[in-house]
């Protein structure tokens, strides 16, 4: 079982930075591949961004490339979505998401764990 909490979210104006954090429980959090994905008011859950279990390789939804990254450290259970120059259009919940199976993936039915999300506002 894994426990996934995130935190990190707010209210920001159009532009500016926010950096959200995943902690995850258990001891093999280093074996699972973890994603992003958000959920706006009236939209269904849709993939951000993911990465490997070492980091070394990351994927991105076409609309957040050159603005939000995403990154881990497998030594404090945590993965990280550094996001830049964010628009109104990225208010949503965001919620991190952990895969058993090592290969990466966008779709949302493929992930095991899920956290309970962390809302992200942004202001025009």
């Known amino acids: 079982q894994v426990t996934l909490v995130e935190s990190g979210g707010g209210l920001v104006q159009a532009g500016g930075s926010l950096r959200l954090s995943c902690a995850a429980s258990g001891r093999t959090f280093s074996r699972y591949v973890m994603g992003w994905f958000r959920q706006a008011p009236g939209k269904e859950r849709e993939f951000v961004a993911a990465?490997?279990?070492?980091?070394?390789?990351?994927y991105y939804t076409d609309s957040v490339k050159g603005r939000f990254t995403i990154s881990r450290d497998n030594a404090k259970n945590t993965v990280y979505l550094q996001m830049s120059s964010l628009k109104p259009e990225d208010t949503a919940v965001y919620y991190c998401?952990?895969?058993?199976?090592?290969?990466?993936?966008?779709?949302?039915?493929?992930?095991?764990?899920w956290g309970q999300g962390t809302q992200v506002t942004v202001s025009s």
């Open positions: 998401a952990a895969r058993i199976l090592s290969i990466m993936t966008t779709r949302k039915s493929e992930y095991d764990y």
């Open positions: 990465i490997s279990w070492s980091g070394g390789s990351t």
